[in-house]
């Protein structure tokens, strides 16, 4: 099982390699229920336009918005990944997955304006 997660793991980074990159810098901010807000290099929200690619492919269903994370970032394949509010990812497996996907892109915030705005916002 280790090997086909190593394997499984190395097919995606070679597709995040062979792709044009579609943002410079992606943030990526945990919020609660599970979901992520994304924005882009100018802290410009795009979770909307990143969600809708994928909206028309789920069948009926719940929506596993970790799945959902991993296979935008992939498809935008960013040449920076900023992941802010880490305390909020109730899936650790996640974290560990895209720092191996995007070796060496992904920055991990330790606390910033972006991250207390948003944890403010998520409490109301």
Known sequence: MDREYKEFIRLLRYFVDIQEPKYDTIHVIAGFEDKYILLD???GEITNEC?????NEIQDGEINYDDLL???LITFAPRKI???CTGQIK???LLET???VFS???FICNGCETCTI???KNEK
């Open 41 to 43: 290099e100018k802290k």
């Open 51 to 55: 969600i809708q690619e994928f909206v």
């Open 70 to 72: 991993v296979s935008t």
């Open 82 to 84: 900023v992941i802010h």
């Open 91 to 93: 899936n650790k497996e």
């Open 98 to 100: 895209i720092k191996n």
């Open 104 to 106: 060496g892109k992904v």
């Open 118 to 120: 948003n944890v403010v």
